[in-house]
T-cell receptor, first 114, second 116 residues
Framework: NAGVTQTPKFQVLKTGQSMTLQCAQDMNHEYMSWYRQDPGMGLRLIHYSVGAGITDQGEVPNGYNVSRSTTEDFPLRLLSAAPSQTSVYFC?????????????FGNGTRLTVT | AQSVAQPEDQVNVAEGNPLTVKCTYSVSGNPYLFWYVQYPNRGLQFLLKYITGDNLVKGSYGFEAEFNKSQTSFHLKKPSALVSDSALYFC??????????????FGQGTELSVKP
């Protein structure tokens, strides 16, 4: 069982570069989300999706774009990387957004922007 | 504002002693509350949840949590700590936004250290 798969595991970018963090799940989950984890700040929600073709903003969406063309994939795009985006990024999914079921997390992508 | 808070950055416990990791919340309506654990270089893993029913919820690895509506708390507990319980623990609460569905927001995390 693959669960939630995130790639790459590590990435270093220069300021201004763009990149896409990949997230795929094989559990047919409707709900998918992206969080960033920073020391002392817990996890903050960036964007989320309640199903294919539907996305919405979380707490800290600025500087990030998402799309959900299929149920399985939910990529996160950084359009112009900034040092403030240095963080660990987690993708998570759940069968539905009613929250009777817990989130399943990937193992994270550690991003450094210089 | 709706929120969840973990008042302790770190909790230190001796192996074999009981442990408590604290969580308080502020939400509209009935809360859905969760505890997750994170081991180094890994994603978060679900421990337990409170949706409705008994105030004492049992979860994975011998952990339990007590929901207290009057104190708006959901503290995580374990009767006898193990060194392998050392990890980062997160409390989370569901926010239900009309026309937007549910969002899960997390506390800032508590580092649990269990010494032999």
């Amino acid at each position: 069982n693959a669960g939630v798969t995130q790639t790459p595991k590590f990435q270093v970018l220069k300021t201004g570069q763009s990149m896409t963090l990949q997230c795929a799940q094989d559990m047919n989950h409707e709900y998918m989300s992206w969080y960033r984890q920073d020391p002392g700040m817990g996890l903050r929600l960036i964007h989320y999706s309640v199903g294919a073709g539907i996305t919405d903003q979380g707490e800290v969406p600025n500087g990030y774009n998402v799309s959900r063309s299929t149920t399985e994939d939910f990529p996160l795009r950084l359009l112009s990387a900034a040092p403030s985006q240095t963080s660990v990024y987690f993708c998570a999914s759940s069968p539905e957004s009613g929250w009777n079921s817990p989130l399943h997390f990937g193992n994270g992508t550690r991003l450094t922007v210089t | 504002a709706q929120s969840v808070a973990q008042p302790e950055d770190q909790v230190n416990v001796a192996e074999g002693n009981p442990l408590t990791v604290k969580c308080t919340y502020s939400v509209s309506g009935n809360p859905y509350l969760f505890w997750y654990v994170q081991y180094p270089n890994r994603g978060l893993q679900f421990l337990l949840k409170y949706i409705t029913g008994d105030n004492l919820v049992k979860g994975s690895y011998g952990f339990e949590a007590e929901f207290n509506k009057s104190q708006t708390s959901f503290h995580l507990k374990k009767p006898s700590a193990l060194v392998s319980d050392s990890a980062l623990y997160f409390c989370a609460v569901r926010l239900w936004i009309y026309n937007q569905g549910g969002k899960l927001i997390f506390g800032q995390g508590t580092e649990l250290s269990v010494k032999p």
